[in-house]
């Protein structure tokens, strides 16, 4: 099999003509680009006589998963879909890890408060019409820009202040309701060890915004009021 190239933060990088085996120290400035993944796309020369006697039904067509890798945003949204129930919405940090948190830039829980994750990490979500933002906390040692992304696509950006913790709040009204979505924190600055590429997490909330939500609380104590008078 040859790796020709491969998408690397949504760009098309070449790798090395005719290279089945990467060497760490040789290629490990190459390797950190892929955030730990490698994406293939292959083609089919020739099909194979064989009919495919031990496989079950498939739940993705090879083809259609293909088609959706030449666009981020639209690969995240479609394969939320399949995301397995007890993935969405759960609980966080958690107190145990599972293969699929593990393969979505999540470290394992160490019993704390927040959790970790190595440059980039996926949450499956599901939201209510009247949820409409998302708030969090994050820390990374040396900082440097993070990006949220819904489905892909770009939500916000701030600057990290080196080791301290700092509290954004995100619209999520763009983000579709009764649904699962995939919400994806992405720090932006390469690391040159592994160290450098960790960030925090802690205290996510999802729910209504400050204004609807003393609006709403305004209303549930007018009649109240007016009983009493």
Known sequence: MRFRDAIVDGRRQKFIPEM?????EAHVGMLRQTSGSLAMRVRVDTPIADAAHVQSRWAIRVVDLAQWMTSQAE???KLSAFAPESAVSASFPGTCSDKLQLLNGWLSPAGQRSRQAYRRAR??????RDQTRI??????????????????????TV???????????????????????????????????????????????????????LMRGAQSILPSAAALG
């Open 20 to 24: 089945r085996l990467w060497h760490y």
């Open 75 to 77: 690969a995240m949204a």
């Open 123 to 128: 949450w499956y979500l599901r939201r209510r």
């Open 135 to 156: 708030s969090l906390e994050v820390c990374s040692e040396l900082g440097g820009p993070f990006t949220l992304l819904v489905n892909g696509e770009p939500l916000a």
């Open 159 to 213: 600057s990290l202040p080196p080791a301290e913790w700092k509290w954004f709040s995100v619209d999520l009204s763009g983000a579709p309701f009764d649904e699962a979505f995939v919400m994806e924190i992405r720090l932006e600055r390469a690391p040159w060890q592994f160290s450098e590429g960790l960030s925090s997490v802690r205290r996510r909330r999802i729910g209504e915004s400050g204004m609807k939500r």
